[in-house]
């Protein structure tokens, strides 16, 4: 197969987009970059297109695009997310445009594979394949990576920890003992590192955990899995996400169940929604426009010169509480038989 420009990229280790503006727009570069450009295709034989050529040509693009790839654009936390990219995209002249997985990780890596080669970066939030399967699919194109962790690229995270710290602390001031956590699906990096701290911040504290099986990340896997929290004995659930938190609330109330009475409830997100539930739902606020803020200047920046080491930044959580949560149910005395 004949070289492509992104065999160009990864040869002189520059950005796609620095290898693109070597042959469209040589001189947005330095001499240093142009040189190291123009000898790498040299020396894998790449030729560039007809009117790119040494720049002698219109400029093939005025703009650069990034790629934001996420799991479901319906769930109102990535929608907060994409919103808040493309917003900070504008803000720098870049096309920001947005891919939907569907959760499925084979339409995952048709995307990542397909965009790579379509754009000058990529964001992919929440991904449900491996991090090294998304860098190595990447190729030479920046990506950052959301709600993942790796010394690969940049990564831009929630800080769960903290989030669940504040969690766990406030149910043990309300004398809540038993707890249980609703995971997430299997191929959700997200939930296998929550559950993680969870199991490690009550035992901390010295409090009962049931981690319940995995539901879809939906308001219907939160009503399927109530019962199971029921039947858990615990008196207070973690949730995955808020809108599984938002179905346990739908779930428990035909089995006659009260929250906060009976049962405490608490999800992952702080969606607008989460407010306006009755009783209002008490959620780990998690800042996704932030973030798509950061991942977009995290692109822009590696977009804009030399490749420089991975980093990763962590934002800040908060604990939001509301009416779902209250003091643990107080033990029903038992009444001693008459003789």
Known sequence: MAPTLTDVATRAGVALSTASR?????????????????????????????????????????????????????????????????????????????????????????LIGYLSERAAGLIVCSPRLAADEVTDLC????????????????????????????????????????????QGSAHSWSNAHRVALARELTAAAGLELDVLGRQSETMEGGTAAAASVLASGATAVLAHNDLVALGILAGARPL????????????????????????????????????????????????AGPRTPPETLRLATQLHVRGSTGPAPKATPTTPERP
Not at 154 to 168: E, K, M, S, W, Y
Not at 257 to 283: C, K, M, N, Q, W
Not at 294 to 299: H, M, T
Request: glycine share 8%.
């Open 256 to 303: 006659g169940v009260r929250v906060p009475e009976d049962l405490s409830v608490v999800g992952f997100d702080d969606i607008p929604f989460a407010a306006a539930s009755h009783p209002a739902l008490t959620s780990v606020a998690v800042p996704m426009a932030r973030a798509g803020a950061n991942a977009v200047e995290r692109i822009s920046a590696a977009l």
């Open 22 to 110: 070597a042959f469209s727009d040589p001189d947005r570069l330095g001499p240093e970059t142009l040189r190291k450009v123009v000898e790498a295709a040299r020396e894998i034989g790449y030729r560039a297109p007809q009117g790119r050529a040494g720049g002698g040509g219109a400029r093939a693009v005025q703009q650069d695009t990034i790629a934001v790839i996420v799991p479901d654009v319906a769930n109102p936390v990535f929608g907060s997310f994409v919103k808040s990219a493309q917003r900070e995209g504008w803000h720098r002249r870049s096309a920001v445009v947005v891919a939907d997985t569907d959760f499925a990780p084979e339409r995952e890596r048709e």
């Open 139 to 182: 190729g030479g194109t920046p990506v950052v990576l959301v709600n993942r962790e790796t010394e690969r690229a940049d990564c831009v995270l929630a800080d769960a920890r903290d989030g669940l710290r504040q969690t766990v602390e406030y149910l043990a001031a309300l004398g809540h003992r038993r707890l249980a956590y609703v």
